[in-house]
């Protein structure tokens, strides 16, 4: 998979603009606050349909303006396929091959993006959320109609929430609405949790060994879900998690109703790492936190390829800095798989001479780019 073009209006601190990338190697370089995380912003959204770094969709349209547009051609098998993305206050529209796709699910997945952040080495030491959302945004590119589920469990839950906390103030029986809404509820996270648990068991396949490579063989990693219903197993499927579920929200009813909020569900679950059977959120170094989190992220590459048939495209955005030698060789060492890679940097003076021998450089300034090599 190759990007071999994009378009932006209005997108950031872009007024205009236009670039045709190299199959290889694409460097960006410029100082802070001039735009290259904004370049490899717009390469994600235009493949997951969100931003990596906000979930307001205004703050990616340009200031004073009424919509932002990205427009990509990517190839995908030899075949060239036109996507494009239009954001405005009123929400998205996506369009593939020119033709507008009704749900972001059905265009989510066209196109394949690992993104990986300074930010990114915080994934194992941050909160469950930073995890959820990983594990939803990584699970969707292979899986898009999970995407959907995923949607359709979010409008429930607010739904029940709404209710949850109507109790104490309304007289009327409440009970057979929150009953509807607690099945409906279920049906959804079931098929969230089966979708994750296999997610997080394929995920692991990938990165033990990788992190075993890392580490020399001195440590193993082990990726285990964590659910807020202790029952549910990795071996489960939908309907024996949604019989697990049926039996816990029973048991929590009463606690629900009182603290007004759903306590249960794929929305309190996480994400844990060990290595050498001891929790590396917790007991872990920092050394050891990264090196997890660098292997997770070098696994979703092969993950990824391996469900779909092609690589996805990489993107780093000032990370290299941020890893010493050791993991800097190990992400390098995926340019060698004929992955197509964007890198944001301040200087080249910290890149590999034999990267930069093959790399397409863009000097950025101000939100405007200039081609320096090919």
Known sequence: ???????????????????????????????????????????????????????????????????????????????????????????????????????????????????????????????????????????????????HTLGDYQKVLLQRNALLRDFSRRSANLEPLLDILTEKLIGLAAEIVHRRLKFVSMLNQWAAPIHSEISQGRESLLLAYQSSVREVSDGSDPSKIAEVYKIAFSRQRQREIERGTTLIGPHRDDLQFFVNEREVQLFGSQGQQRTAALSVKLAEIELIHHEVGEYPLLLLDDVLSELDDIRKTHLLGVFKQKVQTFVTTTSTDGLDHHLLDHATLFHIQQGKVELVKE
């Open 1 to 147: 998979m190759k990007l071999e073009s994009i378009e932006l209006t209005n997108f950031r601190n872009y007024d205009r603009l236009s670039l045709d990338f190299s199959d290889s190697v694409n460097v960006f370089m410029g100082e802070n606050a001039q735009g290259k995380t904004n370049l490899l912003e717009a390469i994600y959204v235009l493949a997951i349909a969100k931003s990596s770094r906000t979930s307001h969709d205004k703050d990616l349209i340009k200031w004073d303006e009424d919509y932002g547009k990205i427009k990509g051609r990517i190839s995908r098998r030899g075949t060239p396929l036109p996507l494009e993305l239009i954001i405005s206050r009123k929400g998205k529209k996506a369009k593939a091959n020119h033709l507008e796709k009704r749900r972001l699910s059905d265009y989510v997945g066209l196109c394949n993006v690992v993104m990986f952040a300074p930010e990114d080495l915080g994934l194992v030491k941050g909160g469950p959320a930073l995890r959820r959302r990983f594990t939803d945004m990584e699970l969707g590119q292979i899986a898009p109609v999970y995407i």
